[in-house]
């Protein structure tokens, strides 16, 4: 989810796309259910009815689809940057039970100021 409002626009055919702009993932590893949250720049242009792109994180290319990178879930990454930070408890708890489907849900503001607090540089 962006955590600073884009750029946003559309092409010549009328599929969205938004500039690169500070966007919020959420992270973890196939080892552990911690989750983390980091901050990278993304564009994303529609592709068909989704908005996609992708990001690197320690030089590996992920693909970023809608909120938190993985529609409303966490993306599975190979290892955590020394960037990213836990995600506190209270926010999981909020993510957890914000009720998004495919998008975030209810703790969407709360998500966007702890990655500005917290993430952006």
């Known amino acids: 989810m962006y955590v600073q409002q884009p750029n946003r626009g559309f092409t010549l055919y009328g599929q969205q796309r938004c500039r690169r702009a500070p966007f919020l993932l959420l992270i973890q590893t196939q080892e552990s259910s911690d989750i ?3 901050v990278r720049s993304v564009a994303l242009e529609q592709c068909g009815h ?3 792109g992708d990001v ?5 290319r992920y693909t970023v689809s809608g909120a938190y990178g993985n ?4 993306m599975t990454v190979t290892k955590i940057p020394p960037d990213a930070k836990k995600l506190p408890d209270e926010l999981r708890e909020a993510w957890s039970n914000g009720g998004g489907w495919n998008s975030a849900g209810g703790e969407a ?8 607090r917290e993430l952006v540089k």
């Open 36 to 38: 983390y949250g980091v």
């Open 50 to 52: 989704w908005m996609m």
């Open 56 to 60: 690197r994180i320690l030089g590996t």
């Open 71 to 74: 529609d409303g879930l966490p």
């Open 109 to 116: 503001e709360a998500m966007v100021e702890w990655a500005r």
